[in-house]
T-cell receptor, first 112, second 111 residues
């Protein structure tokens, strides 16, 4: 257990539905990252926050994706109008300054 | 473009044998380098990291890695593999806030 938690661990949804995932980072970590990992690949960067500010977004993050970190603590990642191509593991990681990232267990999304 | 490459998709070793997993990076400047391990359905656990200094880095679970600037490599090694080491291993490089992962190497351990 790294201290980073994610909820839910698994989500099965039908195409076109909206889903929301939550990440609770290590409390003193001011940076929070979201990644997507598909089968047989390494994690790909989606976006990151420093405190409550979203500082960078990957071009992988289409306009159907939105992420928030309203109070600089937990973060949510919402996917609207899900597509089968969104099926993946969504990983959250947190870190303090320039130290290593601590990863949560991930949320596995299956879009039917 | 910045990238991390793991040339081996899948490696099989016998329990007790030595292990070396390869990692090459392509960055303008030397990035921070990491090795992570991922068990099925789980998140990533940090094995070790290199920021600067001694090029031979010791990590958890008996793993070590050697940074070689001339070869742009950061290979992971373990002298004697245990069955519990079977997992997916990811090498990663970080430059500023840009973290790139290799595609991973799946390790199978034979009894």
């Amino acid at each position: 257990d790294t201290g980073v938690s994610q909820d839910p661990r698994h989500k099965i949804t039908k195409r076109g539905q909206n889903v929301t995932f939550r990440c609770d980072p290590i409390s003193e970590h001011n940076r929070l990252y979201w990644y997507r990992q598909t089968l047989g690949q390494g994690p790909e960067f989606l976006t990151y926050f420093q405190n409550e500010a979203q500082l960078e977004k990957s071009r992988l993050l289409s306009d159907r994706f939105s992420a928030e970190r309203p109070k600089g603590s937990f973060s949510t990642l919402e996917i609207q109008r899900t597509e089968q191509g969104d099926s993946a593991m969504y990983l959250c990681a947190s870190l303090q300054a320039y130290n290593e990232q601590f990863f949560g267990p991930g949320t596995r999304l299956t879009v039917l | 473009a910045q990238s991390v490459t793991q040339p081996d998709i899948h490696i099989t070793v016998s329990e007790g044998a030595s292990l070396e997993l390869r990692c090459n990076y392509s960055y303008g400047a030397t990035p921070y380098l990491f090795w992570y391990v991922q068990s099925p359905g789980q998140g990533l656990q940090l094995l070790l990291k290199y920021f600067s200094g001694d090029t031979l880095v010791q990590g958890i679970k008996g793993f070590e890695a050697e940074f070689k600037r001339s070869q742009s490599s950061f290979n992971l090694r373990k002298p004697s593999v245990h069955w519990s080491d079977a997992a997916e291993y990811f090498c990663a490089g970080k430059n500023n806030n840009d973290m790139r992962f290799g595609a991973g190497t799946r390790l199978t351990v034979k009894p």
